[in-house]
């Protein structure tokens, strides 16, 4: 019962061992009566006579089709992703390992093409996992619609793909490849009945242009990806050396931060916010990390990979009880009237962390503070997603007995019907508004514009950046009283702040 197509392959195995006079060793696949497959493992030993010519074959044939199954599951967990179907990590290396060995050989090209979803987070967040999970399942199914058979398409795990290109024309070629791919994975998909509309990034890297070393090409088409996402997404991007040092840095500042926060490298600098002119009323704690190497750095050069990596969390935490701390010393002696509020920034990554309203309530009770004095500087980019839980967790930060402030006010979101809505108490008018308010006529209409909307809606202002007394004249006349900027002072250590500020007891 040996199948016809199988039958060649046996012979002629089994007829050159026996014509050399050798065992023969084979694993043979079968048919049997129901169509089933069957494996057989035969085993032989070829006697022969004195002139070395074959006399019999002694051996043993065994049922081996369990072991086989077995070690196709094996196989296929080992280098196959459950949910799609597709190659895994490890059978990716493999592949690119070959396709780069390939094209060495031949002289020609490949490429890598690593896709990411965008914004394939909030699938999960909002509709579900299973959702998500259907949604990877057609992106596979798409993928492996628009690939040529002799390419390999695997998933990385999440919701990160790659392509392999084999033996590519020309880098031509790849473009178009690359674009294409990008085209079939955007648009609607159906969950639950309902379109959801979808884009991806997609990062290139070529081989063997690009290297060589499968990890080092995966990471270069990763670097690119990233490079799409920042371009505003739904776009291929294609790897340039530039793009692995800045990734290189990305890692270096993610590494820094994780040994930053358990070495005490971070530190706060607390800039006064200054009324009429000349009463210190508070001050905004601005984040500082102290590198071991690198010295001081400004959080514009890190708060981003925090973000990114999770770690804002737990950085945004250390933050609060810092502030916190601080300004209890600095009320300690202090008449009622006279105590100082605290500004603290929040970034939305933090925001939007569950554990954030009971985080500011546990600052506030650890160093006894009232709550008005506290204020969380939030900037335009929460309202922007999911407005329904953003309006429901400043109202329970309001419940706290915080205020709440608007950063950078003007330069996000530029829909103003959010101030109707949200619990707000300030909004702090962003320091690009304030450089050239006297040249520029724009900035003045403009601000003059914000000092009329925190009226309308009882909001207390504050302008940042105000670096001459030009510019604080100007704010003043306009009618904006509350100021911060280089004028009065830079960020300072707290012990400087102390010295100014807090030494002679009111
Ligand atoms: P921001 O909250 O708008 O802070 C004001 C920034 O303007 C600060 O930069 C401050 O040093 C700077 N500044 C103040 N006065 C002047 C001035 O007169 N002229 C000019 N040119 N600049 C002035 P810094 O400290 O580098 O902070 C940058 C941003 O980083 C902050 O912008 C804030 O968004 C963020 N940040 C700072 N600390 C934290 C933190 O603890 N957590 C989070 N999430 N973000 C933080
Ligand atoms: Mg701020
Ligand atoms: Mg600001």
């Known amino acids: ?68 199954a077995a070690q196709e599951t094996i196989e296929q967990l080992a280098y196959f992703d459950p949910l799609t179907k597709l190659p895994n990590r490890r059978l990716l290396f493999d592949r690119v390992r070959q396709a780069v060995a390939a094209a060495k050989r031949s002289g020609g090209c490949g490429a890598l093409l690593f ?43 999440g919701d990160e793909f790659v392509v392999v290109l084999h033996a590519v024309a020309n880098p031509g070629a790849i473009r178009r490849a690359a674009y294409r791919v990008l085209e079939r994975l955007s648009g609607n998909y159906a969950i639950a009945g309902h379109p959801y509309h979808l884009s991806a990034s997609v990062g290139v890297a070529l081989f063997p242009a690009d290297g060589d070393d499968t990890t080092e090409l995966l990471h270069r088409a990763d670097a690119a990806m990233y490079q799409a996402k920042k371009e505003g997404r739904s776009t291929v991007s294609f790897y340039q050396p530039a793009l692995q040092n800045a990734a290189d840095e990305r890692l270096a500042i993610e590494r820094g931060l ?45 708060i981003c990979v925090a973000e990114e990596t999770g770690l804002i969390v737990e950085i945004g935490a250390w933050v609060l009880d810092a502030a916190c701390r601080q300004l209890a010393v600095w009320n300690r002696d202090r008449p009622p009237e006279q105590q100082l509020v605290m500004a603290v920034n929040v970034s939305p990554v933090q ?73 707000l108490d300030e909004i702090k008018i962003d320091r690009s508004f304030v450089a050239n308010l006297i040249e520029d006529p ?22 940042e950046g105000v670096e001459t007394t030009a510019e604080a004249e100007f704010l003043h006349a306009l009618g904006c009283h509350c100021h911060q900027g280089y004028l009065y002072a830079r960020p300072l250590p707290a012990e400087d702040f102390t010295r100014r500020y807090c030494q002679e007891t009111p």
């Open 1 to 68: 019962m040996i199948h016809p197509d199988d039958w060649p392959l046996v012979e002629t195995g089994v007829a050159d061992a026996l014509v050399k006079g050798e065992g023969f060793d084979l694993d043979v696949r079968l048919l049997d009566h129901d169509g089933q497959v069957r494996w057989t493992h035969t085993q032989a030993e070829v006697e022969c006579n004195a002139e070395g010519k074959p006399l019999h074959v002694r051996g043993a044939v065994a049922d081996i089709s369990q072991q086989k």
């Open 115 to 157: 896709i990411d979803l965008d914004h394939f987070k909030r699938i999960n967040d909002s509709l579900g996992h299973r959702a998500g999970d259907q949604i990877l399942i057609e992106v596979a199914a798409r993928l492996r619609a628009q690939i040529r058979e002799e390419d390999t398409i695997a998933r990385l795990g």
């Open 258 to 302: 994780r040994a930053a926060l358990i070495d005490d490298q971070l530190e706060l600098h607390y800039q006064p916010k200054v009324l009429d002119g000349s009463r210190i009323v508070g001050a905004e704690a601005l984040l500082r990390w102290h590198h071991p190497e690198r010295g001081l750095i400004a959080p514009g050069d890190f």
């Open 351 to 423: 925001f939007r962390n569950p554990d954030f309203v009971a985080c500011v309530e546990r600052a506030i009770n650890a160093h006894r503070l009232e709550p008005p004095l506290l204020t969380l500087e939030i900037t335009e980019g929460i309202l922007i997603d999911k407005v329904e839980e953003t309006v429901a967790r400043l109202a329970e930060l309001k419940a706290l007995g915080i205020n709440l402030s608007i950063d950078d006010f003007g330069t996000g979101y530029s829909s103003l019907n959010y101030l109707k809505r949200l619990p």
């Open 442 to 463: 724009n900035n003045a209409a403009i601000v003059k514009t914000m000092v009329a909307i925190a009226t309308t809606f009882s909001l207390h202002l504050v302008a």
